[in-house]
């Protein structure tokens, strides 16, 4: 059974930094999927965060462009979302979410919480 396992959520602060971390375990073909971050903060809907495919073209939303970066170990089975110069806006639970097609799979991690308070 594959599982997805996040880490590395916490309370920061304004314009602080953190990294979340996302290691896969079981039996996965690791290459075939696509990577990602989504968020999900109270009362909105979910979010693509970023994701990245095993050839390192990566995706981010407008909202985090050139504050994150996202990456893969393809030897660790992690992918890690560095998140900088976080705002309160950046609050929510992140999951990781691992994906691809033929045939299609769609796998999440539990979620872990950021918090971005003074």
């Known amino acids: 059974q594959v599982r997805l396992v996040e880490s590395g959520g916490g309370l920061v602060q304004p314009g602080g930094s953190l990294r979340l971390s996302c290691k896969a375990s079981?039996?996965?073909?690791?290459?075939?999927?696509?990577m990602g971050w989504y968020r999900q903060a109270p009362g909105n809907q979910p979010e693509l965060v970023a994701d990245?495919?095993?050839?390192?073209?990566?995706n981010y939303g407008d909202s985090v462009k050139g504050r994150f970066i996202i990456t893969r170990d393809a030897g660790r089975l992690t992918v890690t979302l560095q998140m900088n110069g976080l705002t309160p806006e950046d609050t929510a639970v992140y999951y990781c979410?691992?994906?691809?097609?033929?045939?299609?799979?769609?796998?999440w991690g539990q979620g872990t919480q950021v918090t971005v308070a003074s």
């Open positions: 990245i495919t095993d050839s390192g073209n990566t």
């Open positions: 079981g039996t996965l073909y690791f290459s075939l999927y696509v």
């Open positions: 979410n691992a994906r691809r097609t033929a045939p299609n799979k769609l796998l």
